[in-house]
């Protein structure tokens, strides 16, 4: 099974200041027929169920500001908040859906204001 | 509008049995393969299981198979969690979830139903 690591666990940053996010996977979800790797991000609020901010690693949900960005490709992934927002405090989740017989997300990372 | 709403979470003992329903509204829901995914409280999302779209094919994690069962009525539009012998380790809420195009991530949750495993 693919299993998915999150750095790290928790980060505190400044109101506009960039944060950083890696997702590393124990094995390559790019799919090398289409040449899309298989990894979503995605947000959750207190109370909140998740919410879906890129897929395909680097494609930006409907609706999701231009501040969040991914990056990476094979078994190496970033989320980047370029200027954080009081509103972007919440845990992130990086998930892989490259095999259809799980679903492993990463163990989160906790964004605070510092 | 694209809804899911589960149902069916509560208190039951250790051992016993739950079953949980999924509504789903505001698209078809026969051609979108659906996932559960749980949260145990203050922890992270685990994946439980997910079903294709027309109910032919299943897969489950480790921690919940050959005790949780995966099922869909396409033509209730609900999407469903069988879940026996049930363990402490199983309270989270439990969510639903849509596969937003084929072999693609995961675009609409559920709110969640809370599920409580205890003596």
Not at chain 1, 11 to 33: D, M
Not at chain 2, 49 to 72: C, E, L
Not at chain 2, 82 to 103: F, H, I, K
């Given at each position: ?9 928790s ?80 845990v ?17 990372t906790k964004v605070e204001?510092? | ?119």
């Amino acid at each position: 099974d693919i299993v998915m690591t999150q750095s790290p666990d928790s980060l505190a940053v400044s109101l506009g200041e960039r944060a950083t996010i890696n997702c590393k996977s124990s094995q390559s979800v790019l799919y090398s027929s289409n040449n899309k790797n298989y990894l979503a991000w995605y947000q959750q609020k207190p109370g909140q169920p998740p919410k879906l901010l890129i897929y395909w690693a680097s494609t930006r949900e409907s609706g999701v500001p231009d501040r969040f960005s991914g990056s990476g490709s094979g078994t190496d992934f970033t989320l980047t908040i370029s200027s954080l927002q009081a509103e972007d405090v919440a845990v992130y989740y990086c998930q892989q859906y490259y095999s259809t017989h799980s679903g492993a997300f990463g163990q989160g990372t906790k964004v605070e204001i510092k | 509008e694209v809804q899911l709403v589960e149902s069916g979470g509560g208190l039951v003992q250790p051992g016993g049995s739950l079953r949980l329903s999924c509504a789903a509204s505001g698209f078809t829901f026969s051609s979108y393969w659906m996932h559960w995914v749980r949260q145990a409280p203050g922890k992270g999302l685990v994946w439980v299981s997910r079903i294709n779209s027309d109910g032919s094919s299943t897969s489950y994690a480790d921690s919940v198979k050959g005790r949780f069962t995966i099922s869909r009525d396409n033509a209730k539009n609900t999407l469903y969690l069988q879940m026996n012998s049930l363990r402490a380790e199983d309270t989270a809420v439990y969510y639903c979830a849509r596969v937003g195009m084929v072999r693609g991530p995961i675009d609409y949750w559920g709110q969640g139903t809370l599920v409580t495993v205890s003596s």
